[in-house]
């Protein structure tokens, strides 16, 4: 089962869309990449990501909601406002996934 699609937007900038619609965006670098967003933990996205770019990559979450940040557990450097912390933990379990993805 394919989890995700993308769709180049520009040279730099790849949208990647999962299985529930949920947009993320690659944006690479010379050096380095960031993934904004991970969209909903369906699927890996990490591995999806590494087949696109070999640079290293940033995770930059807009916000915390389990369709934005479902993914960046398997990332290790991962940014979010301070502010998003107890939102991301909130809907981090997988009943909050589940729920949002409809398995």
Known sequence: MCFFD??????HVTS????TGVHSFLVEGQQAA???????GAGDVKEYV??????PVTVI?????????GGAAAFDEVW??????????RHA???MKKGYINF
């Open 80 to 89: 979010l406002h301070k502010a998003d912390w107890k939102l991301a933990e």
């Open 34 to 40: 960031a993934l904004i967003d991970t969209g909903t």
């Open 50 to 55: 590494k087949r696109l770019t070999m640079l």
């Open 61 to 69: 979450l807009t916000h915390g909601h389990c369709d934005h940040a």
């Open 16 to 19: 990647i869309t999962d299985i």
């Open 93 to 95: 379990s997988m009943e």
């Open 6 to 11: 993308r769709k180049k937007l520009t040279e």
